[in-house]
């Protein structure tokens, strides 16, 4: 099955992007250590690409959603990609996990209204709750965006430069933890259409938001006749668990609730991805000067092999030349 190319219909489109963890397991289990690296690392990578802007975003044990604008799908596919490296590199260190951390490649959706916007803020601000984890979106012990968007907490985390420490190791330099460390705060922008809007007032219609997850989540547990598992018990999950179920579901090519919006965007996709699979198969052909339909960027030139009569007698010639080391090889002059 061919990877979905990833379309930016337009200049910062507004995408929901979430990866989750091979087979579910609880790798990112919340925990002091982790929050601080999780915010750090996605610090830096807003500092290393500040084109892309950060307005949403939650961690829990097995999965992550961020909502982001990007001018392009090159920032975007830079900005996850760094993200998601460096975090599998540090959470598998935490977690003592060999094996490769994420299941598969990011997913992007893009989000194409306003309706649908309010939706997926909702829905990224009740995680922890609406699985039963906590009472509350706001007690998840997490790395969670929620009293940032509410209260104007400032989100800041470590950044730990292991190169430097593995020098300092290889000198037999002993250091202390936070010595070849930086700090990086996390800046969130207004969500897009809420730019004017001034801050004490989106963080009010925010609160009013967490407010009424809060009174439904609480009706549904008193429904149900469930109590959630607890903040002190999710920190005490082993990393490597995995859940009793899994939500899967065929993610959408966009988030829009106006049918004209989807058909059109739909529409707008093929067509793209008609001219940048034209403009992939013309570079695999030998051409070099191709366009790419914008705001895509070409593929990495991949691999040409040698034709193989013309390796064989590569090779022969190669054969008939004596190794240059084989003079005095095993003997004692």
Request: glycine content about 6%.
């Amino acid at each position: 099955m061919t990877r979905k190319i990833r379309h930016c219909p337009y200049p910062f489109t507004l995408f929901e992007v979430t990866t989750r963890t091979l087979q579910s397991r609880l790798l990112l289990t919340p925990s002091r250590d982790l929050n601080e690296i999780i915010l750090g690392i996605l610090g830096r990578a807003l500092f290393m690409y500040p084109a892309v802007q950060l307005h949403c975003f939650v961690f829990l044990s097995n999965h992550y959603h961020l909502l982001l604008s990007t001018p392009d799908t090159q920032q975007l596919s830079r900005f996850v990609g760094y993200l998601n490296a460096n975090l599998a590199k540090e959470a598998g260190r935490l977690a003592e996990w060999k094996e490769k951390l994420w299941s598969r490649r990011f997913q992007a959706i893009p989000v194409l209204d306003s309706s649908k916007l309010f939706e997926r803020i909702r829905y990224i601000l009740e995680h922890g709750a609406k699985e039963n984890l906590v009472a509350s979106p706001e007690d998840w012990p997490g790395v969670h965006c929620i009293h940032a968007l509410t209260k104007g907490e400032k989100l800041c985390g470590i950044w730990f430069d292991r190169s430097a420490e593995f020098e300092a190791r290889r000198k037999k330099q002993p250091f202390e933890k936070y010595e070849f460390s930086t700090s990086y705060e996390v800046p969130l922008s207004p969500f897009p259409g809420w730019e004017k809007m001034p801050e004490s007032n989106r963080q009010h219609k925010l609160r009013e938001m967490v407010d009424e997850i809060n009174e439904q989540t609480q009706a549904r547990l008193a429904r149900e006749g469930k109590q959630p598992l607890g903040a002190q018990e999710v920190t005490l999950q082993g990393p490597h668990q995995r859940p009793n179920e899994t939500k899967k579901s065929p993610a959408p090519l966009c988030h829009t609730s106006i049918g004209r919006i989807r058909e059109s965007f739909r529409e707008a996709y093929r067509t793209f991805v008609g001219k940048y699979r034209d403009a992939v198969e013309r570079i695999q052909l030998g051409e070099r000067e191709v366009c790419f339909p914008p705001p895509s960027f070409p593929p990495g030139i991949a691999y040409v092999a040698w034709p193989a009569l013309e390796f064989a007698e590569y090779t022969a010639s190669r054969m008939r030349e004596p190794f240059p080391y084989a003079i005095g090889f095993g003997s004692d002059s």
